[in-house]
T-cell receptor, first 111, second 118 residues
Framework: QKEVEQNSGPLSVPEGAIASLNCTYS??????FFWYRQYSGKSPELIMS????GDKEDGRFTAQLNKASQYVSLLIRDSQPSDSATYLC???????????FGKGTSLLVTP | GAVVSQHPSRVICKSGTSVKIECRSL??????MFWYRQFPKQSLMLMAT?????????EQGVEKDKFLINHASLTLSTLTVTSAHPEDSSFYIC??????????????FGEGSWLTVV
């Protein structure tokens, strides 16, 4: 599998702050990128996807993509304790079907 | 929205026995299904990709004779762990899609199945 690197954390931020989650990937052929949130013992749930360089905003979430740097990030504004989870970065493989998951970054939002 | 259902959610089996996990797409035709395995505090590792009516494609290092995958219909894929051993204890997750993700399709995850081999 292609390499997907994420800082395992835990990343601790106070409630209301901005959480910044980063991801680098090795496959230059990747064109589509997905961020998933996974609570302990549960399966992943999709937060958002991004396909083009730049920023994409959806509510409190902003994904940023820089294909030249092979870097994708997720910003969470006004972080809530319920945002505490592991965030998985998943570039789409060249097949267009399979996702290559990073190990995830554990986020802890403290009240 | 679309739902992918996995069953059982938890299973305990004895070492040496086989266990089957089902993955069903409830309201769409899943042309492609994926099986992942996740050990504690590790990432989801893709085990195999299956297309309806054809043999599954296994990732490097995954024993196809041990992890039998059947995708006999557009709504059902099964993973059978044969001759299970304690090291096979893990969280198994399926996902399904009706087409390639870069064509605008979405991938949906099942709830996952916890397998414990004793």
């Amino acid at each position: 599998q292609k390499e997907v690197e994420q800082n395992s954390g835990p990343l601790s931020v106070p409630e209301g702050a901005i959480a910044s989650l980063n991801c680098t990937y090795s496959d230059r052929g990747s064109q589509s990128f997905f961020w998933y949130r996974q609570y302990s013992g549960k399966s992943p749930e999709l937060i958002m996807s991004i396909y083009s360089n730049g920023d994409k905003e959806d509510g409190r979430f902003t994904a940023q993509l820089n294909k030249a740097s092979q870097y994708v990030s997720l910003l969470i504004r006004d972080s809530q304790p319920s945002d505490s989870a592991t965030y998985l970065c998943a570039p789409l493989s060249n097949s267009g079907y399979a996702l290559n998951f990073g190990k995830g970054t554990s986020l802890l939002v403290t009240p | 929205g679309a739902v992918v259902s996995q069953h059982p959610s938890r299973v305990i089996c004895k070492s040496g026995t086989s266990v089957k996990i089902e993955c069903r797409s409830l309201d769409f035709q899943a042309t492609t299904m994926f099986w992942y395995r996740q050990f504690p505090k590790q990432s989801l590792m893709l085990m195999a990709t299956s297309n309806e009516g054809s043999k599954a494609t296994y990732e490097q290092g995954v024993e196809k004779d041990k992890f039998l995958i059947n995708h006999a219909s557009l709504t059902l894929s099964t993973l059978t762990v044969t001759s299970a051993h304690p090291e096979d204890s893990s969280f198994y997750i399926c996902s399904a899609t009706g087409g390639s993700l870069d064509s605008g399709n979405t991938i949906y995850f099942g709830e996952g199945s916890w397998l414990t081999v004793v």
